[in-house]
């Protein structure tokens, strides 16, 4: 890898890190699913960051931010667009919805209908969105952050199972810990600091850079190992959907993009360990027996993780 594209993706982490202190992983696996061209679902509790994070990220790319408060009102045109009706010559218009920008914030996307929701399932699947059968491509890169309140919370509608596939990671920002809550509180008695925010690296870069990525030797053995894991889900009798082939392909498109953050131009089984977990969980969907019992998703992930054998 070259220097000035490690030193760029360093200089991005960094300036995320002052905005969101204390959380270095998930600033981490935010980076890897950009340059893997992937989607982030966060579902955490309100107030920890979510909406920051993803503004600083469009803020330090350089790159265009809309944000959509999902609500059961929304509609799908509200999202993509709609054909808008010029009278003075009797013809239509497309008129771009916000779904049209670099970064996507998907504000509480589960309390809109599933109706709602799949509107962007075509825009973060393909990259474009179909309407009266014209497409439109979506500008480059396109990433979709979205944001779930947890389930038991009131008017939140599940997310369909092909949507949860679309998403390449969860990540769960959590609270903050004691040193790193005092740090921001200090930091926003003034001015917020995300307004000194400067861009550090631009869009025509980022899409260098995932094409780069999509370079990175993936060894057979590593490959097999990578095979082993979604395999195992789909058998387990704990799991009643186990992990697609699209989530194999996130996988190693995922641990591509570890290898190249970390200086690689091949992919580990560490890297496939590491981002196993992040890339596979939220889209297992449980029986009724285990899900009842109290297992989480995650911690079946990382039981057959640890059963599988990796090459050496």
């Known amino acids: 890898m070259e220097h000035t594209a490690e030193n760029d993706l360093k200089k991005l ?11 270095s992983d998930a600033i981490e696996l935010l980076v890897i699913a950009l340059c893997s061209g992937g989607n982030i679902l966060m579902e955490d509790v309100p107030g920890v960051g979510k909406t920051t994070l993803a503004k600083a ?24 667009g709609s054909p808008v ?31 709602t929701q799949s509107a962007l399932l075509e825009a973060m699947n393909e990259g474009q969105v179909t309407v009266e059968a ?31 596939d679309r998403f390449a990671m969860q990540i769960i920002l959590g609270y903050p810990d004691e040193k790193s809550e005092m740090e921001m509180l200090y930091s926003r008695k003034g001015r917020d600091p995300i307004l000194n925010l400067k861009p550090v690296i631009d869009c025509v870069q980022i899409c260098k850079l995932q094409e780069e990525v999509r370079k990175i030797d993936i060894e057979k ?81 990382l039981e057959i993780v640890n059963q599988t054998a990796s090459p050496v």
């Open 13 to 23: 982490k960094d300036n995320l890190s002052s905005i969101i202190s204390g959380k």
């Open 57 to 80: 990220l469009a803020l330090s790319i350089d790159g265009s931010f809309h944000r959509i408060q999902f609500t059961p009102d929304l509609l799908p045109y509200d999202i993509i």
């Open 85 to 115: 009706y010029n009278p003075k010559d009797g013809t239509f218009h497309f008129r771009k919805g916000p779904i049209f920008t670099n970064i996507l914030l998907a504000d509480e996307i589960n309390r809109a209908s599933p109706r």
């Open 134 to 164: 014209e497409t439109h491509h979506l500008s480059q890169p396109f990433l979709v952050i979205a944001t779930e309140n947890p389930i038991e919370y009131h008017g939140t509608y599940p997310l369909p199972e092909a949507q949860l």
């Open 221 to 301: 053995s590593v490959a097999a190992y990578m095979i082993k894991i979604i395999r195992s889900t789909r058998k387990d009798p704990r799991i009643k959907l186990g992990a697609s082939p699209r989530a194999l392909l996130t996988l190693s498109r995922c641990s591509q993009a570890r290898a190249f953050l970390n200086g690689r131009n091949y992919v580990t089984p560490d890297d496939v360990k590491t981002l196993a977990v992040t890339v596979l969980a939220h889209r297992l969907v449980l029986e009724n027996k285990a899900q009842y019992s109290g297992i989480k998703k995650q911690s079946v992930i």
